[in-house]
């Protein structure tokens, strides 16, 4: 249970490094004045972000992230609830690979 | 998107936060206790895991600082490489901005520190549906906060995570997270553009660059591109 000097410090520097870039993003925007490119690129931020996040993550995962993506997509295109869509996405990646078993 | 002088920061809005954070949360408990066991293999103590977790609070960049331990500890290799994997809050937090400006210097500055990529997720789709209480972001990390510090010390004490935890899927609950929330930010064909840029470009970085550089070249190329064709 000890605390080691250079762990600590990596820690903290680890902790500053990513508070940085955290706050960082928010202290530049509140400085600039907004013109009309900048915002329309905040507006198209997040959606880029969320492709970006999910497409490589499902193309590499095999049938069954094929199949769950699919699932998840679809239901929360019929607008069903947030937990829905998730639940059924996790639920139909698990049933792939419950019958599809692919060697480790 | 919303007037500036209509932004809230109430205690209603933080539980509402907290609601809509649980169930992913509960999904990426796997993760913590996966980290908790990873790091008491690589040697870290219970307490230095604990403060990593409670100081550092970024699942990607101490998965990778536990990968890489060893002693002496690398710390200038560590710290440089938590900067490049979370480079990406640059442009998140950026984004977070009609809700943050207004609150306020400590509630804004406050909020940052709990900012990880799935609440930061869910207060951007609140955002888009109209939401006007910015309490919802602080609440949904904090929540997250709280499993993800009990989670990590869980996996280091307990030595035995959730055995196999892909067989129920888990490992797709961030992905199925960030899809159900993408899907109703459809507004139109006009989407359509920006959002394939910034899937080929991802899926193309991520097979050739290592790390989170693929969020940070898709995330770009689909935004900047966006920008450019709305203002020309």
Known sequence: MSVDLMTALTILAMGAATYLVRAGGFFVIRRV???????AWM????????????????????????????????LA????????SLGAGVATVAAVRLLMPVAP | MAEKSRIL???????????????????????????????AQKGLSTVELGLMSAIVFAGASQMLAVELWQHPVPLATLAAATVIINLRYLMMTAALAPWLGPVGTGRAYGSLFFTADENWALSMAEMRRGGTDAAFHIGAGMTLYVVWLLTTILGHLSGAAIPQPERFGLDFVAVATFLALLVPMW?????????????????AA???LPGTW???????????YGAWRDVR
Do not use: E, N
């Open chain 1, 33 to 39: 004045q907004a013109g009309p490119f900048l915002t």
């Open chain 1, 43 to 74: 507006k198209h931020v997040p959606g880029a972000i969320f492709v970006s996040l999910v497409v490589p993550a499902v193309v590499a995962g095999g049938p069954a992230a094929w199949a769950g993506g699919g699932v998840t997509a679809t």
């Open chain 1, 77 to 84: 295109a019929l607008r069903l609830p947030f937990v829905v």
């Open chain 2, 9 to 39: 920061f109430t205690r209603q809005g933080f539980r509402r936060g907290v609601t809509a954070m649980l169930p992913v949360a509960a999904g990426l408990s796997v993760f913590g206790l996966a980290l908790g066991l990873a790091a």
């Open chain 2, 187 to 203: 507004t139109g064909r006009r989407d359509l553009p920006p959002w394939l840029i910034a899937a080929v470009t991802a899926t």
């Open chain 2, 206 to 208: 991520h097979a050739v």
């Open chain 2, 214 to 224: 693929y969020l940070i070249a898709g995330g770009l190329a689909g935004s900047l």
